[in-house]
């Protein structure tokens, strides 16, 4: 029992990792849903617009008008949905979306079954008591609480798909962060190649004069308009003081 469905199980998740069309998928189960509410209500004495249109908005999350609840409106209000979620979210990024729910539900339900199946391993023994067959009795239940674990992950799922709302924000221009960070490092270069060349320019100093010299003036310091000291009588600008 235990290697059928997680045979099955898997084959079902590994289905869903490679379907590329799988609001396809969610939308013939939405159909199965529809079907299976308007039968429903078809066996209903005295069956009320009110309480289908509520079954299905806590179904799908979609308020539809009387003129729209019967099977074929359904299944077009739900088909223009998706449709719609395509166009705004693109038809990959959806079909990321649904494939998540689906691995989320499938990983999250079998795992809650294998308890179940640990405790019915358990429980079945004293069903021998009653005069039952204690395999027996774990295959129906196993294959029962099985089954219902499928419906339940296609219901979430389904649900989940239709009811969530599809939001398109404004985003900032692709190129204005780029640009930036441009900027940037132009500016990271320029102070690198500074400090570089200050560093060069140090060492290059450092290696001509391997030492710091103080220089002392023996003599005064002699004006351009003063008096040149060799004694020509000319200024020293026009003397002496020509070429320095």
């Known amino acids: 029992v235990l290697n059928q469905q997680r045979k099955f199980i898997y084959e079902q998740r590994d289905e869903i990792l490679v379907d590329e069309d799988l609001s396809g998928r969610v939308m013939n189960n939405a159909k199965e849903t529809v079907s299976e509410i308007f039968e429903e209500f078809k066996h209903e004495r005295t069956p009320s617009q009110s309480a ?33 979620k395509e166009m705004l979210a693109g038809k990959q990024s959806l079909n990321m979306f649904i ?37 027996t009795e774990y295959k129906i239940d196993g294959f029962n609480q099985f089954d219902e674990m499928l419906d339940s992950i296609r219901d979430s799922v389904t649900s989940r798909v239709f009811k969530v709302k599809v939001q398109v924000g404004s ?50 310091k002699v004006g351009r308009n003063d008096p040149c000291p060799c004694g020509s009588g000319k200024k020293y600008k026009n003397c002496c003081g020509r070429n320095s």
Do not use: C
């Not at 499938?106 to 294998?114: A, V």
């Not at 019915?120 to 204690?134: C, D, F, I, Q, T």
């Not at 962060?177 to 200050?198: C, F, I, L, T, V």
């Open 99 to 135: 494939r998540y729910q689906y691995i989320q539900m499938i990983d999250k339900k079998w795992l809650d079954q294998l308890e179940f199946l640990d405790g019915l391993r358990e429980a079945v023994h004293l069903r021998s008591y009653g005069s039952k067959n204690p395999l």
């Open 171 to 220: 985003q900032p221009p692709r190129q204005q962060q780029p640009r930036q960070m441009n900027a940037q490092h132009q500016e990271a270069q320029s102070m690198a190649r500074s400090a570089q060349q200050a560093a060069q320019n140090s060492a290059m100093k450092s290696g001509r004069q391997g030492q710091s010299v103080t220089v002392t003036r023996s003599v005064p």
């Open 52 to 84: 289908l249109a509520d079954k299905i908005y806590n179904t799908f999350g979609q308020q539809l008008s009387y003129d729209q609840l019967t099977e074929e409106g359904v299944d077009a209000a739900l088909q223009n949905d998706l449709t719609q």
